[in-house]
């Protein structure tokens, strides 16, 4: 993403080799500005930011736990812990979403 490439040019972290060109250093996932002298053109982006979610349709649910786990366990375990509806597991993995 666009965004991931937007960094101070002190930042710039290495990706590619002597006169790679943008084509090539964009297929190996980096990216490229040869608009500031010294410093690499071909740079390693930046670390996409990501926040876990509890999902809320409660059918998208990933089982976390063991029937009759309480809250307080399941969330020792890092999961979501909410005690309804039936049929479902109360106990959940988190979804990880892109900000």
Same mark, same amino acid.
């Given at each position: 993403a666009?965004?991931?490439?937007?960094?101070d040019?002190?930042?710039?972290r $290495?990706?590619?080799?002597?006169?790679? /060109?943008?084509? *090539?250093c964009?297929k190996?996932g980096?990216?490229? $500005?040869? /608009? &500031?002298p010294?410093?690499?053109?071909?740079?390693? =982006? %930046?670390? %996409? !930011?990501?926040?876990?979610?509890? =999902? $809320?349709? =409660?059918?998208?649910?990933k $089982?976390c736990?063991?029937?009759?786990?309480?809250?307080? *366990?399941?969330?020792? !375990?890092?999961?979501? +812990?909410r005690a309804?509806p039936?049929?479902? =597991?109360w106990c +959940?993995y988190?979804? &990880? &979403?892109?900000?």
């Open positions: 666009r965004c991931q490439c937007k960094m040019p002190a930042e710039r $290495n990706c590619g080799y002597p006169g790679i /060109s943008a084509v *090539e964009r190996a980096c990216c490229f $500005n040869d /608009s &500031v010294d410093v690499p053109w071909c740079f390693a =982006p %930046k670390a %996409k !930011k990501v926040r876990k979610v509890c =999902p $809320n349709e =409660p059918h998208a649910r $089982n736990g063991f029937p009759g786990i309480t809250a307080k *366990e399941c969330e020792r !375990k890092g999961c979501c +812990f309804h039936a049929g479902v =597991p +959940f988190h979804h &990880v &979403v892109e900000e």
